[in-house]
């Protein structure tokens, strides 16, 4: 049995951006990217978005 090797080369970037903080008891956290570029014979268009925001609630009394 012979191992199958593929090559490929990818050619891209992604560009994205973060924002972060804390505002009125909340904390929030999201993201967004986008990547492009070729992988081999193949066009790349992909994204992702996230969206993140905690309150911290407490069931008894801090000390």
Not at 38 to 51: E, K, R, Y
Request: charge should be positive; glycine fraction near 10%.
């Amino acid at each position: 049995m012979r191992p199958i090797i593929v090559v490929s080369q990818m050619n891209g970037a992604s560009i994205g951006f973060r924002h972060f903080g804390k505002f009125k008891g909340l904390k929030y956290n999201n993201e967004m990217a986008y990547q492009f570029g070729t992988f081999g014979h193949q066009d790349i268009s992909a994204w992702t978005l996230s969206f993140n925001v905690e309150k911290n609630r407490f069931l008894w009394r801090e000390p």
